[in-house]
């Protein structure tokens, strides 16, 4: 059975930095692509960044472009979301997730929820002003 668990969130001034970890257990970080996702309230989920299983390619969305990294480490079989120059606007619930793929993808991942087979429970992230 696949689990993701996120863990880093909090409460963060404006301009201040967090980073996200993914702890994914079930299922090796080579055969999944991994997303990040934040929903805030009334709004839609939306993709923030994701890493392909086989590390070659990964894409993070304009909203966040150049205050955002996405990372992970084979060996902890854990996914990272550095966040940096928060602002009040990214204060969301931020969810990883899973998007199974064969062990010989070379594709690209997706922002699209719908493409993800498993998510974590999400973490809050709230930036004060």
């Known amino acids: 059975q696949v689990h993701l668990v996120e863990s880093g969130g909090g409460l963060v001034q404006s301009g201040g930095s967090l980073r996200l970890s993914c702890e994914v257990s079930g299922v090796t970080l080579d055969r999944a692509d991994i997303g990040w996702f934040r929903q805030a309230p009334g709004k839609g989920r939306e993709g923030v960044s994701c890493?392909?299983?086989?590390?070659?390619?990964?894409n993070i969305a304009d909203s966040v472009k150049g205050r955002f990294a996405i990372s992970r480490d084979i060996a902890k079989n854990t996914a990272y979301l550095q966040m940096s120059d928060l602002r009040p606007e990214d204060t969301a619930r931020y969810y990883c997730?899973?998007?199974?793929?064969?062990?010989?993808?070379?594709?690209?991942?997706?922002?699209?929820?719908?493409?993800?087979?498993?998510w974590g429970q999400g973490i809050q992230v709230t930036v004060s002003s």
């Open positions: 890493i392909s299983s086989h590390g070659g390619y990964s």
């Open positions: 997730a899973a998007d199974f793929v064969p062990s010989d993808w070379t594709g690209q991942c997706w922002s699209a929820p719908v493409t993800y087979d498993e």
